[in-house]
């Protein structure tokens, strides 16, 4: 893969992963080292590509967590599918934003069983 399809792809799993609803953007920076992938003519933030998975770093403004991760990972999955691509998926939850809307600690809402 060259490194501008390596580019194309990275944009289309960011795409991808900021259309699902809770997703407020991606987090590139929220570590010392960067989480990028880099290509010829530019870079995309929160999402790294490495040979045997595809990372995407995200932040979100709604709860349970483990929804919105899930169906990040499903999306991500769909569009390295429909690329001939079958690499293992990882979804961080980097940061919360807007945290007043969260529930106060110890409520219900918001938690699965």
Avoid: F, Y
């Avoid at 939850?93 to 007043?100: N, R, T, V």
């Amino acid at each position: 893969m060259s490194g501008t399809e390596r580019l194309q792809l990275a944009r289309a799993v960011a795409c991808a992963a900021v259309a699902v609803p809770g997703v407020t953007r991606l987090v590139g920076d929220a570590t010392p080292v960067e989480v990028a992938t880099m290509g010829p003519n530019g870079k995309v933030a929160g999402v790294r590509l490495s040979p045997r998975s595809v990372e995407v770093h995200i932040a979100v403004d709604v709860l349970p967590l483990h929804e919105v991760s899930a169906a990040v990972a499903k999306a991500v999955r769909q569009v390295l599918k429909a690329a001939g691509d079958d690499r293992d998926v990882t979804v961080v939850i980097e940061a919360l934003d807007d945290i007043s809307t969260l529930p106060p600690p110890g409520s219900a809402r918001g938690m699965s069983r």
